[in-house]
Structures are given as structure tokens and as C-alpha cells.
């Protein structure tokens, strides 16, 4: 290292990022402490201060080697700190700093109302910030935050959050393209109004009972978990979309034309079939399809899906290419008129894979004569998964029916395999 010129030993100390390596090095020698100020990001993990034993706090140290930094983009702080050292560093750091990433610790509501400004509020000090993480957060009040138009990322991890302070934080970042929020909790109706998100996905922690409203006309990717009303008009972007609801019940989807849709996944406990019928006609252009949705029926009741006739769902998703259908969509098209209308010309056209989960011996030869079929007309299909989920062997159908499924497997080898 003494060989090397300044230049190259900056360079290679600037790809430093872990507080602890930074601190260490800056004993080394003059040179090397000399090299530090070049570091472009600074990261703390949670138990950067767990051996501390020395007089001078956290906060201190942490301000100590922020204010040695030149031009520092990016700061990681995961160790507990107090709010009136992180708006000390943010002061320091508000020309240079564009990503910024905090595990707050503050969703404890006795914790953040004792602070005065609160961490939430300290973060609008840095006015040129690009990409926002943060973890653990209380935002039941609204951030007095001023606009961050250079953000571009916002993400948002274990909140409790009310409606009208996430309306207001959404507000000052009128240019994201990146929203993430996941488990969250105390959102009831949550409107998204921002013309330039294109990624967005959104759990909901709770009762399975918000209700969303997205604004967006440029969104591509969009996974929703939690919601039971959704409404986004504005799909001519959407490539990606995922639904799923794990707590409470899927009654009503609101969606634009998904003529771009290549993406589709279903998934929860329980939907109106209205809801699944607006989603299969709407996405007809999809080549992914993903079904696990248990139940339908309105309100309390849990019904069987209703028949879907096999040649008419084939024939509105002639793009189809990946097929992930699990029991009760599988169970659908293989009630007894479903295959009635299959023809020795019927053909499935793209269809590449399909994946099926069986967990009941039910209907058992109905079901063998969809698997044929699917085989039969899939002129291009390469691989079909039949995953065997949970089936009771109390009944004396099922050794039958598994006997019927492994020489099927045996007859088409070379794509059918038993997972």
C-alpha cells in the first residue's frame, strides 16, 4: 500500500461502508486517515454500539464521522439513535446525502411523542434525497415535510400508519417511481395519486379490509396484499399484477384495460366470483397465470368456484404460456360438462407449463381427463408439475387415484413429474 499512489488508495478506502471498518482504518496511519473523507456511503448495523464502552455517546461518534466526509451519498443507520443526533447528521450531510435508510424504532407511540422534532420530521432536512428507507415507523400524525422532488424511491417496512399522514407523505413526494410498503397496519382507505410510479407494492397488515384507489397512469408493476375493494383505471403500463388477501375476503376489483398484462397472480382465502370473472376477462393477454383462491361466495359464505368451461378459458387466454392452478381452480374445470366441448382439432397454442396442486381425490376421473387434455392439447407444453398437497388417504379412492396419476406420469416422462 505504501507504493500506491494517493489517488488509488482513496479509491480503494472509498468502497469502504461498514462505521466500524471506517473507524478502524482511520487508526492505521495519516495517509489512510487522511483517504477516509472520500468514503461515499456509511453504514451502522444494529450492533455497531453493543461493545461500546467509551465516554463520547453514539450520536456523537456518528456525527463525529459524518462531518469528516467530503461528499457522502449514502447513509445507513440500523443502531438506535435519538432524534436530535439524527437531525445534527442531516445538517451536516444535506448537500451530498441522496440515499438515506433508518430503522426508526419509534412505532411505540409513548417513545415518539416524548421526542421534539420527532425523527420523522428531522428527515426534511435533506432536500435532495433520491431514494427513502425506512424501518419500524409511527406515522399517526402528519410529517411536516416539505417537497423532496428528487425522490425517486420511498419505501416504508413495519408501520402503523393512519390515512391522512401516508396522504401526506405520498404528497411530498410528488415524483417516486418506487413505492414500497410492507406490513402495515392501521390504513383503512388508501388513495395513491402519483403520475410517475411505476413499481408498487403494498401490504397491508390487519383485517384483510382496506380499500385501495391508485392513480397512476405510468404503474407496471403493482402486488397488493390486504385490500378488499380495489380500484386502478389507469393499466395501459400494467405488465405485473399480484392480489392476494390472506386475512380477509376479496369482494370487488375496478380495473382499466390489462391489454399490456403479462403477470396476473390470485391469491386468498376467498373471492367473489364477480371479482375472479372481472379478473380472467380483463387479463386476456396474460402468458403468466397464477390461481390460488380457496373459496368464493358473498360475505360469510365459503362456496365451491362455480364450472369454468375448459376449450372458452383456453380460448380467452390464447397467450397463456405458464399456468399455476391450484385445487379449487383445478377442481373447476374439471366438473363433468367442463371438457365437453374439447374437439380432436382443439388446440392450446402457447402453453409452455403448467403446475397443478391436487389435494383431494375427488372426482377423480374427471380429474385424470383434464390432465390428458391439458397434454393432449398443449401442443407445446414442455413441463406439467401435478404437486400432491394435503390429500387424505382415509379415503379408499385416494391409493386409485394416486396409482392413476403416477402411470400418467410414467407414460409422459419426458414432461409430466410428481412433486
Same mark, same amino acid.
Given at each position: 500500500m505504501d507504493s500506491l499512489p494517493d489517488a488509488l488508495v482513496q479509491c480503494i478506502l472509498s468502497h469502504m461502508r461498514s462505521g466500524r471498518d471506517v473507524a478502524v482504518c482511520s487508526c492505521v496511519s495519516k495517509r489512510w486517515k487522511e483517504s477516509l473523507p472520500y468514503i461515499r456511503s456509511l453504514y451502522f448495523p444494529r450492533s455497531s454500539f453493543d461493545s461500546h464502552s467509551g465516554g463520547e455517546r453514539p450520536d456523537d461518534i456518528i456525527r463525529r464521522m459524518v462531518s469528516r466526509i467530503v461528499c457522502l451519498e449514502e447513509l445507513v443507520v440500523y443502531s438506535p439513535f435519538s432524534s436530535a443526533g439524527?437531525?445534527?447528521? &442531516?445538517?451536516? =450531510?444535506?448537500? %451530498? &446525502?441522496?440515499?438515506?435508510? =433508518? !430503522? &426508526?424504532?419509534?412505532?411505540a407511540e409513548q417513545q415518539a411523542c416524548l421526542e421534539s422534532p420527532s425523527k420523522l420530521d428531522c428527515i426534511s432536512k435533506v432536500k435532495n434525497l433520491e431514494s427513502l428507507k425506512l424501518w419500524g415507523v409511527l406515522m399517526i400524525q402528519l410529517p411536516k415535510w416539505d417537497v423532496f422532488p428528487r425522490l425517486r424511491t420511498l419505501e416504508i417496512v413495519g408501520a402503523? =400508519?393512519?390515512?391522512?399522514?401516508? %396522504?401526506?407523505?405520498? #404528497?411530498?413526494?410528488?415524483?417516486?417511481t418506487n413505492l414500497l410498503l410492507l406490513g402495515c397496519e392501521g390504513l383503512k382507505m388508501v %388513495?395513491?395519486?402519483?403520475?410517475? =410510479?411505476?413499481?408498487c407494492k403494498l401490504d397491508f397488515y390487519g383485517l384483510g379490509n382496506c380499500s385501495l384507489s391508485l392513480k397512476c397512469p405510468k404503474i407496471s408493476l403493482l402486488e397488493v396484499q390486504g385490500c378488499s375493494w380495489i380500484r386502478v383505471r389507469e393499466t395501459n403500463c400494467l405488465r405485473h399484477l399480484s392480489i392476494s388477501n390472506n386475512a380477509g375476503r376479496v369482494y370487488m376489483v375496478d380495473f382499466g384495460r390489462l391489454s399490456a398484462l403479462e403477470y396476473l397472480s390470485m391469491r386468498g382465502v376467498q373471492w367473489c366470483w364477480d371479482a375472479? %370473472? #372481472?379478473? &380472467? /376477462?380483463?387479463? !386476456? /393477454?396474460?402468458?403468466?397465470?397464477?390461481?390460488k383462491v380457496e373459496f368464493t361466495g358473498d360475505f360469510?359464505?365459503?362456496?365451491?368456484?362455480?364450472?369454468?368451461?375448459?376449450?372458452?378459458?383456453?380460448n380467452n387466454h390464447p397467450k397463456l404460456q405458464k399456468f399455476d392452478i391450484h385445487g379449487a381452480m383445478f377442481a373447476a374445470i374439471c366438473q363433468k360438462n367442463s371438457l365437453k366441448n374439447v374437439e380432436s382439432g382443439f388446440v392450446i397454442p402457447c402453453l409452455e407449463e403448467v403446475v397443478v396442486t391436487v389435494r383431494s381425490p375427488l372426482n377423480a376421473e374427471q380429474k385424470m381427463s383434464t390432465l390428458e387434455s391439458l397434454l393432449k392439447c398443449g401442443r407445446n407444453l414442455k413441463t406439467m408439475v401435478i404437486r400432491i398437497l394435503q390429500m387424505k388417504s382415509s379415503h379408499s379412492s385416494t391409493d386409485d387415484f394416486f396409482d392413476d396419476i403416477c402411470r400418467f406420469r410414467c407414460m409422459n416422462r419426458k414432461i409430466v413429474r410428481i412433486e
Open positions: 439524527l437531525a445534527t447528521w &442531516l445538517s451536516l =450531510l444535506q448537500p %451530498s &446525502l441522496k440515499y438515506l435508510e =433508518l !430503522r &426508526l424504532d419509534n412505532i402503523r =400508519l393512519e390515512d391522512p399522514a401516508l %396522504s401526506a407523505a405520498l #404528497k411530498a413526494c410528488p415524483n417516486l %388513495s395513491i395519486d402519483l403520475p410517475h =410510479l411505476e413499481q375472479i %370473472s #372481472k379478473m &380472467l /376477462e380483463g387479463a !386476456r /393477454e396474460v402468458k403468466h397465470l397464477f390461481m360469510e359464505v365459503l362456496q365451491p368456484f362455480p364450472e369454468v368451461d375448459f376449450v372458452e378459458f383456453f
